[in-house]
């Protein structure tokens, strides 16, 4: 998946402001992507209806989503 695909999948859902797919220094995907919603309740729908959405029927990749948590602060 491209993150151009990315892109098209999730803006069914909502305004999307980033898609990012994270790489390998050789260009190879790590098996996971942040995206960006405009809005939460996007964002909340998004997880609703692409978990576990068959990305690749040939090769059965199936998306996992989860909501990122934020780092924790530092206190230096």
Known sequence: MTE???????SQYGDVMSASIMRHDLGVSKCFAYVKFKLQSAADNALLRLNHY???IIMG????LTFSQPLPM???
Do not use: G
Not at 61 to 64: F, M, T, V
């Open 4 to 10: 151009a695909e990315l892109l098209a999948l999730c």
């Open 61 to 64: 990749y199936r998306i996992r």
């Open 74 to 76: 530092s206190t230096h």
């Open 54 to 56: 068959e990305v690749s």
